[in-house]
């Protein structure tokens, strides 16, 4: 199937759930950000000219106050917490974690409630209490002790879930980190779409990562912004919308 073909089966596909009265609603996440650069400034232009809420997974201990002045004027960003420092504490025999039990867990959680605070403080308004793991990965007793430090919900990748805070989960990575460590085919990643459209009632959560985008990233994220806005079947919606807990409270 071409990429045509699969952006009008997507169509279709949001057209029958237009019909249904369950619109799809779609959020938008971007890992590593850490200072100003093109790539980030490309993405919120784009965003910007689409009206696409993101969300923005900002490192504490890399990131500093360039990164909030290019953001305070942005309505559409959310900021969210992204570890710590994205360091790898697992021996190489395991996949890349930083929220492990390879440190004790007070030293894990006091790293989180810094830069919670840290993130809280520079972004002001646009912080939302939301924990995005490095590499989509933290142990359970970690997701445990989240809320005792002010984190109201967690974000990873696929079907995870926990019981011990709200979880809004990314569902499509545009990037081939297994393969070509580019963007994957735009074809495939339609195609992706339409299955998630036809087989979930759920928000599908959208993964990007600004700092290595190429061109297929940015044809695609264009197409696909292009083919949804507009479109009676979807919506791009909030973090803060998505997860009521995020939403400041009187």
Do not use: C
Not at 15 to 26: I, L, M
Not at 37 to 59: G, N, Q, W
Not at 160 to 171: E, G, K, L
Request: aromatic share 6%; net charge negative; proline share 6%.
């Amino acid at each position: 199937m071409s990429n045509l073909d699969t952006m009008k089966r997507l169509q279709h596909v949001l057209t029958e759930r237009a019909n249904a009265g369950f619109p799809v609603q779609f959020w938008l996440r971007d890992d590593d950000a850490i200072e100003p650069t093109k790539s980030l400034d490309r993405l919120l232009d784009l965003t910007e000219r689409f009206a696409v809420p993101i969300t923005l997974a900002v490192i504490p201990a890399r990131a500093g106050d360039a990164l909030a002045e290019r953001l305070a004027s942005r309505s559409e960003v959310a900021v969210a917490v992204h570890g710590w420092s994205h360091t790898n504490h697992a021996p190489t025999n395991e996949k890349k974690q930083e929220l492990g039990m390879h440190r004790p867990i007070v030293e894990v959680v006091a790293e989180l409630e810094r830069g919670y605070n840290e993130l809280a403080q520079r972004h002001a308004e646009q912080f939302v209490p939301l924990l995005v793991p490095p590499w989509n990965r933290i142990d359970a007793a970690i997701v445990e002790a989240l809320p005792s430090v002010g984190y109201k919900a967690l974000s990873t990748f696929g079907a995870q879930s926990s019981d011990a805070i709200s979880m809004m989960n990314t569902h499509i990575d545009v990037i081939d980190w297994k393969g070509t460590r580019g963007g994957r085919s735009i074809n495939d990643l339609f195609s992706e779409m339409v299955t998630l459209v036809e087989s979930t009632r759920t928000p599908i959560g959208i993964l990007t990562h600004h700092l290595v985008h190429d061109d297929p990233v940015w044809l695609f994220l264009e197409k696909l912004f292009a083919s949804t806005t507009m479109h009676a079947g979807a919506s791009w919606v909030s973090i803060n919308t998505l997860v009521p807990a995020l939403s400041p409270h009187p």
